[in-house]
């Protein structure tokens, strides 16, 4: 058995320490936001966040996340409210939504890293997560808002 | 006290023989030994040559590239997705080398190779490889303000250096350097203690 700091709650679970985080994270601690894409660190679709880096989860083994911080999508935010997951919402950015939670991920290191992101920036954070349905426009746009919602917010 | 000192004496030369006698290759004992430098020009130059196909391959040459992108593959293209060096050449924001590349190769080809401490060389002192002539590299390495402010010992030991070593240790599906790393440290130490002479061009 193994314990895993997932969302910041403890997961006991029987995963040999080789496994691939992702196979513990969907099927053993049942959470299943986090998705499998290509399995090689290619497209970004398993995206999570071990001590705050967009680390992919298809290629990371649980040996490598045993007593680290794990952030799954499930653990972005309190009630669906990080102001990606709200500006997502608002540019109706997903189509078929099958990336989308690697995007918001990586989104989410890059708005913590830069609150303010130009479009090189943007760029350069979120190269690594492909979207075959093509919403990159959108995803951009969501992003500045989403920088915009968090500004606001700072100022209040 | 004789006898604690005695048996402190066999378990220190046990040690000793265990780090540098028994588990590391003969080859390796030399990095550890004062090397004796004698300037040769002729043995240098040649030295430096086989060197230089080591640096330029792939594999060293991949993640010395002029720009701030890495290189991958034996055709050394542009790597996918384009991570970008960063100030301490471990990558940017949600694209630090660290989210793909583990500790250790990951398994399968085309998967990342895997070192616990893969990185680019800094912003501030690139190291350039890409492009450079035989010449220019040679000069390059030795000058500490370019070659990661190295003395001529610690460019000898840079030889057994994890990353270094790692271009022997690449995963699946990736040529290794034209040389052993045995061949290659013997060709590097014979350079640096000939004189590290540049060739002419």
Redesign the interface.
Known sequence: MVSLQINKKSYSIDADPEMPLLWAIRDLAGLTGTKFGCG???CGAC?IHLNG????SC???VK?AIGQQITTIEGLSANNDHPLQLAWNEENVPQCGYCHSGQL???A??LR??PNPTDA?ID??????ICRCGTYPRIRKAIHLAAEMQRKETAK | MIRLYTVLGILLTFVGLMAFGLNEPQHAIATFSKPIFKKDSIASVKAFQQVYTVLMSPRCLNCHPAGDVPFQGDDSHLH?????RGIDGKG?????C???H??EN?P?V???PGNPNWHLPPANMKMVFEGKSPRQLARQMVDPNQNGHKNMQQLIEHADDGLVLSGWNMGEGRTKPPMSHAAFKKAWITWITTGAFAPKK
């Open positions: 090689v660190a290619q995206v880096e967009a680390v992919r290629v990371t083994k490598r991920m990586s989104a290191v890059l890293e830069k920036e350069d954070a979120m190269a690594g997560n | 996918t997705m384009f991570p970008k940017v924001l949600a694209m630090k660290a989210n793909c583990q500790p990951t399968g085309h998967t990342p």
